[in-house]
């Protein structure tokens, strides 16, 4: 039985720092990602990282501020996100997939798991 649980989420003042947690069991994972989620507004891929941890991508946004990473050992997937801003506000999501990173690894469809998703809310 696959299933990713995140964790982390909370509310936080402009410029604060939060760290999210990816649980991923049942699963032997090559792409790990974070999505995030605002009402109205489409899902969007904002960090990738292979299971190698060779490979790491950030969508513009939030590149330089995030910082994507997992424990192999644990099966566990991580992102540091620092210098908050109130339009970071969202639902974040983790996702994997067998599959090796794509260059596409920013679209919802190239992923086959995904979490519940925890509240981010930036003031």
């Known amino acids: 039985h696959v299933q990713l649980v995140e964790s982390g989420g909370d509310s936080v003042q402009s410029g604060g720092s939060l760290r999210l947690s990816c649980s991923v069991s049942?699963?032997?994972?090559?792409?790990i990602g974070w999505f995030r989620q605002v009402p109205g507004q489409e899902r969007e891929g904002i960090a990738v990282?292979?299971?190698?941890?060779?490979?790491?991508y950030y969508s513009d946004p939030v590149k330089g501020r995030f910082t994507i990473s997992h424990d192999r050992s644990k099966n566990m997937g991580y992102l540091q996100m620092n210098n908050l801003k109130p339009e970071d506000t969202g639902i974040y999501y983790c996702?994997?997939?067998?599959?090796?990173?794509?260059?596409?690894?920013?679209?919802?469809?190239?992923?086959?798991?995904w979490g519940q998703g925890t509240q981010v809310t930036v003031s």
């Open positions: 049942g699963y032997t994972y090559n792409c």
């Open positions: 996702a994997a997939d067998l599959r090796r990173c794509s260059i596409s690894w920013y679209r919802r469809q190239e992923y086959n798991s």
């Open positions: 990282n292979n299971r190698e941890g060779t490979s790491t």
